[in-house]
T-cell receptor, first 111, second 112 residues
Framework: EDQVTQSPEALRLQEGESSSLNCSYT??????LFWYRQDPGKGPEFLFT???AGEEKEKERLKATLTKKESFLHITAPKPEDSATYLCAVQAPDTGNQFYFGTGTSLTVIP | KAGVTQTPRYLIKTRGQQVTLSCSPI?????VSWYQQTPGQGLQFLFE???????NKGNFPGRFSGRQFSNSRSEMNVSTLELGDSALYLCASSPGGHTEAFFGQGTRLTVV
């Protein structure tokens, strides 16, 4: 069964146009929810970790939030350099350090 | 602090051959995980090693194997390569608990 579902699959924004990416999960006993950014041909780059509902983290134009069933990555006034694929991953109990990844949201920011 | 280093960056192999990929984790990190990334399937977990022991394994055939050395460096081996094994193979390093992992740049394997 799917553990993590991300939407939308692709998103095109004008520079400065704020939006949100969604990550819904079905894991029981969530051990952590993680956001990564991936540029073409490169490995994922860590952005945020969230552990409990209500938690929020911010970094520059990005803000991640977590509820009991989903997480949002809010992008405020994006710039072209924010164009990338954003990946969400969760960790479940009794699976060591294994991450279950969503298929990502491909973000394009147009100047 | 040096990041995660994967070698080689690119490989081209022929169907039926075998291949070994290498990963040097961040200094002090004891957990190394391997993932396969393809356009159709996204990132799929292969296995995790912690202190030289395989702690968890994904749903891949036995042709995929790995090991970890006492210095935490890890290798992944794929035997009897198939065309479908063409992918980006990523190594992730973490201290070992339920914390974030840091990825290398990956090895792009092409099987012809």
């Amino acid at each position: 069964e799917d553990q993590v579902t991300q939407s939308p699959e692709a998103l095109r924004l004008q520079e400065g146009e704020s939006s949100s990416l969604n990550c819904s999960y079905t894991v029981s006993g969530l051990r952590g929810l993680f956001w990564y950014r991936q540029d073409p041909g490169k490995g994922p780059e860590f952005l945020f970790t969230l552990y409990s509902a209500g938690e929020e983290k911010e970094k520059e134009r990005l803000k991640a939030t977590l509820t009991k069933k989903e997480s949002f990555l809010h992008i405020t006034a994006p710039k072209p350099e924010d164009s990338a694929t954003y990946l969400c991953a969760v960790q479940a109990p009794d699976t060591g350090n294994q991450f279950y990844f969503g298929t990502g949201t491909s973000l394009t920011v147009i100047p | 602090k040096a990041g995660v280093t994967q070698t080689p960056r690119y490989l081209i192999k022929t169907r039926g051959q075998q291949v070994t990929l290498s990963c040097s984790p961040i200094s002090g990190h004891r957990s190394v995980s391997w993932y396969q990334q393809t356009p159709g399937q996204g990132l799929q977990f292969l296995f995790e090693y912690f202190s030289e022991t395989q702690r968890n394994k994904g749903n891949f055939p036995g042709r995929f194997s790995g090991r970890q050395f006492s210095n935490s460096r890890s290798e992944m081996n794929v035997s009897t390569l198939e065309l479908g094994d063409s992918a980006l193979y990523l190594c992730a390093s973490s201290p070992g608990g339920h914390t974030e992992a840091f990825f290398g740049q990956g090895t792009r394997l092409t099987v012809v």
